[in-house]
């Protein structure tokens, strides 16, 4: 064989060998798995943080064995459009709240449930529990692999003059989200509700095409919400949960011990995910306090919660009846 060209094959093979992506595990010299994971926000919120947590927990017990891609800024779409992605295992992982999956899983729905859950404690206890149990057999029937419980914080009303009492709602236009479910809970107060796209509810609000509206202390702060609606009454009517979750085509290529590690690392990042939630709501109305947001107290509870026991009757065959959402409401 001629010397030259064995050398220059060698060069080459070597050049090659150098410019090839791998990653060394202890099973020897082998491409990481890419796990593509979308994101709404950017990396200063915990809905990003999540999954860097998720990540360093992961390649502590499997170093090398996944390339963590995060797309961020809803650059994959939104939520609906993401969990049809992972649904049909394009995407591998995100999060979702509830809300926006009961079209898949209508018991999920069980979570929107108004003036049911008292505190975040109350939420993690039933999530927790075998409500939590039965909603990721159902989830998994829809090709989600369900690893984590998460807590967006409660979501309260937000207004331009202070309101208390769940009569001085009647006439209101108030912005609602496109659910049933929420659209039942104000006609039931009297208001009028008018279903409107998160990005186009600061000028809704603006010009005067709604009154008010009902979001998360993180969500007011982070659109600049307490620049057109400065009060805030704390309801806390509804707790939006959501989940951690990844694709079942992905989740059913691990190996097990892979999904036992990945699943633990998943739980783990879900309660870090609810401080970061605590954390990020406490900077966020800081911030509109100073810019003139304004926290009220509601009166009356009994009233509030007398106008959403209306909505449980309409939910209760969708997730398992009355005595259901009675039972959790007591937990």
Same mark, same amino acid.
């Given at each position: 064989?001629?010397?030259?060209?064995?050398?220059?094959?060698?060069?080459?093979?070597?050049?090659?060998?150098?410019?090839?992506?791998?990653?060394?595990?202890?099973?020897?010299?082998?491409?990481?798995?890419?796990?593509?994971?979308?994101?709404?926000?950017?990396?200063?919120?915990?809905?990003?943080?999540?999954?860097?947590?998720?990540?360093?927990?992961?390649?502590?017990?499997?170093?090398?064995?996944?390339?963590?891609?995060? /797309?961020?800024?809803?650059? =994959?779409?939104? &939520?609906?459009?993401? $969990?049809? !992605?992972?649904?049909?295992?394009? %995407?591998?992982?995100?999060?979702?709240?509830?809300?926006?999956?009961?079209?898949?899983?209508?018991?999920?729905?069980?979570?929107?449930?108004?003036?049911?859950?008292?505190?975040?404690?109350?939420?993690?206890?039933?999530?927790?529990?075998?409500?939590?149990?039965?909603?990721?057999?159902?989830?998994?029937?829809?090709?989600?692999?369900?690893?984590?419980?998460?807590?967006?914080?409660?979501?309260?009303?937000?207004?331009?003059?202070?309101?208390?009492?769940?009569?001085?709602?009647?006439?209101?236009?108030?912005? /609602?989200?496109?659910?049933? =479910?929420?659209? &039942?809970?104000?006609? $039931?107060? !009297?208001?009028?509700?008018?279903? %409107?796209?998160?990005?186009?509810?600061?000028?809704?609000?603006?010009?005067?095409?709604?009154?008010?509206?009902?979001?998360?202390?993180?969500?007011?702060?982070?659109?600049?919400?307490?620049?057109?609606?400065?009060?805030?009454?704390?309801?806390?009517?509804?707790?939006?949960?959501?989940?951690?979750?990844?694709?079942?085509?992905?989740?059913?290529?691990?190996?097990?011990?892979?999904?036992?590690?990945?699943?633990?690392?998943?739980?783990?990042?879900?309660?870090?995910?609810?401080?970061?939630?605590?954390?990020?709501?406490?900077?966020?109305?800081?911030?509109?306090?100073?810019?003139?947001?304004?926290?009220?107290?509601?009166?009356?509870?009994?009233?509030?919660?007398?106008?959403?026991?209306?909505?449980?009757?309409?939910?209760?065959?969708?997730?398992?009846?009355?005595?259901?959402?009675?039972?959790?409401?007591?937990?």
């Amino acid at each position: 064989m001629n010397n030259n060209i064995s050398r220059r094959r060698l060069s080459s093979l070597l050049a090659a060998s150098i410019a090839a992506p791998f990653v060394m595990t202890s099973r020897g010299a082998t491409a990481a798995t890419p796990v593509t994971i979308a994101s709404l926000f950017g990396a200063d919120k915990p809905e990003t943080k999540v999954w860097l947590k998720c990540k360093e927990l992961v390649d502590a017990k499997l170093p090398g064995r996944f390339d963590f891609r995060i /797309v961020q800024n809803a650059a =994959l779409g939104g &939520e609906k459009e993401v $969990a049809e !992605g992972v649904r049909l295992g394009s %995407i591998q992982a995100s999060l979702c709240t509830m809300s926006a999956m009961s079209g898949w899983v209508p018991e999920s729905q069980l979570f929107d449930a108004p003036f049911v859950f008292r505190d975040a404690a109350h939420v993690r206890r039933v999530v927790d529990g075998q409500a939590g149990n039965d909603l990721k057999t159902k989830f998994a029937a829809q090709n989600f692999a369900v690893q984590g419980f998460i807590n967006y914080g409660a979501r309260h009303l937000l207004t331009k003059e202070p309101v208390t009492k769940p009569s001085q709602l009647a006439g209101k236009r108030i912005r /609602v989200i496109q659910s049933p =479910l929420h659209t &039942e809970l104000w006609k $039931a107060f !009297g208001a009028n509700p008018t279903p %409107i796209p998160i990005p186009e509810t600061y000028n809704a609000l603006q010009t005067g095409v709604v009154d008010m509206m009902d979001l998360t202390k993180s969500a007011y702060a982070g659109f600049k919400l307490y620049e057109v609606v400065p009060y805030l009454t704390e309801t806390g009517h509804i707790w939006a949960t959501g989940v951690m979750y990844f694709s079942m085509p992905f989740w059913n290529s691990l190996k097990p011990e892979e999904r036992a590690i990945v699943g633990a690392a998943a739980a783990e990042s879900a309660l870090y995910f609810d401080q970061l939630i605590v954390e990020d709501e406490t900077a966020s109305m800081a911030k509109a306090a100073t810019a003139g947001g304004k926290v009220i107290q509601p009166e009356d509870r009994p009233a509030w919660e007398a106008g959403a026991r209306g909505v449980w009757a309409l939910l209760a065959p969708k997730v398992g009846g009355l005595d259901k959402i009675e039972a959790i409401a007591k937990a």
